[in-house]
């Protein structure tokens, strides 16, 4: 009798662990074969998002708003004239215009996902030096550059792509500047290569 309450008290033990490692062997199982909304576009997976899709290139995830084939309008623009000049490496610096507050969105969008390689700098406008998100910043407008470095600039306004002496700006509205803000950092990244 004292040995059935012994292995009772070891049944019970034993018994949870077991459920824990097979939930635990479950999980691993399921999440690898969970079916995620997955594109490819490419050769390159794209994750669907709430908002949007991460995909990896170079071994970093990279976020976006777009699919890239809602971005195909974009080749033999002016954008991708841009981005052909920034990858073959015509600039030493390309100053990203943060002064206007309402497309800082697209800014956010080109610097998260490729700030990393020391190209792009926040800047701002002469007119808003003294705002506070400015202060610390390079002061910079197109005039005012050397010939190795551009102003990018994004504004809320009638669409609109500009490309010359070393400075573009690219207007429309917000969904517009997202576009071309992700366009940007997947032709940079090489998403549009076959």
Known sequence: MRRRKEKRKLF???FIIGIMVLS???VVIGGLSQDENVEKYNGISFVELGNGYK?????LDHNVYSFPQELERFEGSSVEGLVNDLVVGKYAKVYLDISNGESLGAVNQ???NLGGSGLF???CTEEFAEEERCKELPINSCEELEENNLFFSFEIGENLESYE???????GNLNH????ADY???KSLGVFNE
């Open 12 to 14: 019970v033990p034993l």
């Open 24 to 26: 635990m062997f479950g």
């Open 177 to 180: 500047l997202i576009n071309v």
């Open 55 to 59: 995909f990896n290139v170079g071994g």
């Open 121 to 123: 700098v926040p800047s």
């Open 165 to 171: 002496n070393n400075c573009f700006e690219v207007n």
């Open 184 to 186: 940007v950092v997947m």
């Open 110 to 112: 080109v610097y998260t």
